[in-house]
């Protein structure tokens, strides 16, 4: 019987992906017309800065820091670093934590995983600080029993460290536990490796994805998330 359901947070809770291109934009938007530069200009330097700060800090939390991202795109802009990267920062995660939602059907699933006295975690890669700001934006401060980041654990999925991490704070068995993502190496894999059962979510896919699903459960809604769990 599933005691606990941990949850992965970016395109799993919410459409990542929309919320990006929307707030890449408009950060777009703000250094073109600040600095008079062209598009392809600004694409190309934020691109290099993006590169390097993945290569200089791998496998962690922080290769994702966005403020990293815009203060070294700026330095490829020959701009003064500070001049303007705390704006875009500012910009890009605020476009995030005003228009972001739940996918339809996911508060119904917690409401129903509260009901039914199991336990929700969220494993997720990224920096604590901002995904503890998306948490409260989309509502789940008050759901979530356990939050465990890269940042925190020191490795991302599928790293067994991070998954460890979790069944330390949960107390619950690997068994017992239901993991629902929508990345199948980091998420699906990284689960069935750490012993627990696993669902795909694949809301705007192919939800086959090429892939042969007899090890785990692939799915399109929420509403077939509960469905699921409901015979685990």
């Known amino acids: 019987m599933i005691q606990a359901v941990i949850f992965d947070l970016d395109d799993t809770l919410y459409d990542y992906k929309a919320l990006d291109r929307e707030a890449g934009r408009r950060v777009q938007d703000l250094v073109c017309r600040t600095?008079?530069?062209?598009?392809?200009?600004?694409?190309?330097?934020?691109?290099?800065?993006?590169?390097?700060?993945?290569?200089?800090?791998?496998?962690t939390g922080a290769s994702h820091n966005r403020l990293l991202y815009f203060q070294k795109t700026l330095e490829h802009?020959?701009?003064?670093?500070?001049?303007?990267?705390?704006?875009?920062?500012?910009?890009?995660?605020?476009?995030?934590?005003?228009?972001?939602?739940?996918?339809?059907?996911?508060?119904?699933?917690?409401?129903?995983?509260?009901?039914?006295?199991?336990?929700?975690?969220?494993?997720?890669?990224l920096t604590a600080h901002i995904q503890h700001r998306k948490l409260e934006a989309l509502g789940l401060t008050g759901d979530i029993d356990c939050l465990v980041t890269s940042e925190e654990a020191g490795q991302e999925k599928p790293a067994p460290e991070i998954f460890a991490l979790c069944l330390k704070k949960l107390g619950v068995s690997p068994?017992?536990?239901?993991?629902?993502?929508?990345?199948?190496?980091?998420?699906?894999?990284?689960?069935?490796?750490?012993?627990?059962?696993?669902?795909?979510?694949?809301?705007?896919?192919?939800?086959?994805?090429?892939?042969?699903?007899?090890?785990?459960?692939?799915?399109?809604?929420?509403?077939?998330?509960?469905?699921?769990?409901?015979?685990?």
Not at 36 to 55: S, W
Not at 98 to 120: F, N
Not at 195 to 205: D, I, K, L, Q, S
């Open 35 to 59: 600095l008079h530069i062209d598009e392809a200009e600004y694409l190309e330097a934020y691109r290099r800065g993006r590169r390097e700060t993945k290569e200089q800090l791998g496998n």
């Open 77 to 125: 802009l020959e701009c003064k670093p500070l001049s303007l990267s705390l704006q875009m920062y500012e910009t890009y995660w605020g476009t995030f934590l005003t228009e972001m939602k739940l996918y339809p059907g996911a508060r119904k699933l917690l409401d129903r995983l509260h009901e039914r006295g199991i336990l929700v975690g969220i494993c997720t890669d």
């Open 175 to 232: 068994g017992d536990i239901c993991f629902v993502g929508d990345d199948y190496n980091k998420d699906v894999a990284g689960a069935l490796a750490a012993g627990m059962h696993a669902v795909w979510f694949c809301p705007n896919t192919d939800p086959m994805c090429g892939r042969d699903s007899t090890e785990y459960n692939v799915v399109t809604t929420y509403g077939q998330i509960e469905e699921l769990l409901d015979v685990m």
